[in-house]
């Protein structure tokens, strides 16, 4: 099964993209969709299009692990709530290649500056659609195989920003075909936080999000630890200099049930 295979050729790529052969990786595998999905990464990462800001900044956002835990295959629909620049969407976009597609979800609550972003993406990548509306109503044209957020969760979840959290999770719960998985990057809080600091430090303890995604119908499918960072303390808000960019975060992902 290609989802199974993909756990066990991923390092393969990882060794690729590590030694610079991002656009050469050889894959011995029996399955050779599983060794196309893998060149896919690697290519993805190797795109010309993406902004060098971003390239520079994969060291820490670890592209290729990322894409090997959410399952992205070809052929896939994806969306990718609030991708904002599209440093996920970008990525998106090439592993899922011409068949796949990409839906940059942009909130209503930040259209006025971030729809461009969307536009942009599309424009840069035909696979690529702008959806712009309420998180409570998400809707698609075709059931999704995967819905991510990136660093975007904990915002929804302050007061301020107007969303109800509860129905935007049931809505990600309806778009997403049976099997599916919801995959979300965020900032840890300290231990006992739970969503008191959202609006303070942007992070979000990752067993409250947890709690408020299975209460949504999900399940618990695993966590990555490649971009969790021990020396974090949780004290500073992850726009302070000291710890930007190098924040303690947890990727979770979680399943609908067939």
Do not use: W
């Not at 309806?174 to 840890?188: E, F, N, R, S, T």
């Amino acid at each position: 099964m290609l989802k199974s295979t993909l756990f066990a050729v991923s390092a393969l790529v990882l060794l690729g993209v590590a030694s610079g052969c991002a656009s050469q990786v050889a894959v011995t595998d029996p399955d050779e969709r599983a060794s196309a999905v893998v060149q896919d990464y690697a290519l993805a990462i190797a795109d010309p299009l993406r902004p060098a800001s971003e390239v520079e900044r994969d060291p820490l956002r670890k592209p290729a692990e990322m894409l090997a835990f959410a399952e992205i295959q070809g052929g896939e629909r994806i969306a990718d709530v609030r991708p904002e620049e599209g440093y996920f969407s970008r990525l998106f976009a090439r592993a899922v290649g011409p068949e796949g597609r990409v839906y940059a979800v942009v909130p209503n609550q930040t259209a006025a500056r971030e729809n461009a972003f969307a536009d942009t993406l599309a424009t840069d990548y035909p696979n690529v659609t702008r959806v712009t509306g309420a998180l409570e109503d998400l809707t698609f044209p075709e059931p999704l195989d995967v819905v991510f957020m990136g660093q975007e969760y904990h915002d929804f979840v302050i007061p301020r920003f107007g969303v109800d959290v509860a129905k935007m999770n049931a809505a990600v719960f309806a778009a997403l075909k049976p099997g599916g998985i919801y995959v979300i990057l965020d900032h840890q809080a300290a231990p006992g936080a739970g969503t008191a600091v959202v609006g303070t430090l942007h992070r979000i303890e990752g067993s409250a999000l947890r709690a408020q995604v299975e209460a949504a119908g999900f399940v618990f499918d695993g966590e990555t630890r490649v971009v969790r960072n021990p020396e974090d303390d949780h004290s500073l808000s992850v726009f302070d200099e000291a710890i930007r960019g190098r924040s303690d975060q947890f990727v979770y992902r979680f399943r609908k049930p067939n």
